[in-house]
């Protein structure tokens, strides 16, 4: 018979005839921490800090995740995220709406497991000048369940 080894990741305590882990669910924690592929090479443009190699900020430092994303405008956003540029505006609405005091449900039937936050006037109807800030105001913004969103996208539902 083989000897039983206790398996050297600290938070399994798995017995195992494999010399080191029970399972590659085990063998990853470990390796991976200890050899981590993405190395922190850059530095952050504002603070130093250590950063990935395809960053110029740190995620304190960049606009979409600071307060200067309000400053910013549509234009702006399209020009610097050529694909998708409306989910970036979409974060930053989410964001502005999960600090708000406005409930965490849907407006229409209070379904609280999931809802999305969806803007009143849709992005794609502000002019590239606009700033984010007032397409992203909070009395723009809405949530609502995956069912009334699809049906306010497709026009069923009015606000």
Same mark, same amino acid.
């Given at each position: 018979m083989y000897k039983q080894h206790k398996c050297f990741n600290p938070s399994c305590n798995n017995e195992t005839n494999n010399l080191k882990f029970c399972s590659r669910s085990c063998a990853s924690i470990i390796n991976n921490k200890e050899f981590p592929k993405r190395r922190l090479t850059n530095t952050c443009s504002e603070c130093g800090t250590k950063i990935r190699s395809n960053r110029k900020y740190c995620k304190d430092h960049n606009n979409l995740y600071t307060s200067r994303w309000k400053d910013l405008t549509l234009d702006y956003v399209r020009s610097v995220y050529k694909y998708q540029p409306h989910s970036r505006v979409r974060i930053i609405a989410r964001k502005v709406y999960m600090q708000s005091n406005k409930p965490k449900s849907c407006?229409? @039937? +209070?379904?609280?497991? /999931? /809802?999305?936050? @969806?803007?009143?006037? *849709?992005?794609?109807? /502000?002019? &590239?000048?606009?700033?984010?800030?007032?397409? +992203?105001?909070?009395? &723009?913004?809405?949530?609502? @369940? *995956? &069912?009334?969103?699809?049906?306010?996208? &497709?026009?069923?539902?009015?606000?």
């Open positions: 407006e229409i @039937c +209070n379904y609280a497991r /999931f /809802f999305h936050v @969806c803007h009143k006037k *849709p992005i794609y109807m /502000f002019s &590239n000048d606009t700033k984010l800030s007032v397409i +992203n105001d909070i009395n &723009n913004l809405i949530a609502l @369940c *995956p &069912n009334h969103h699809r049906e306010l996208d &497709n026009g069923y539902l009015t606000i």
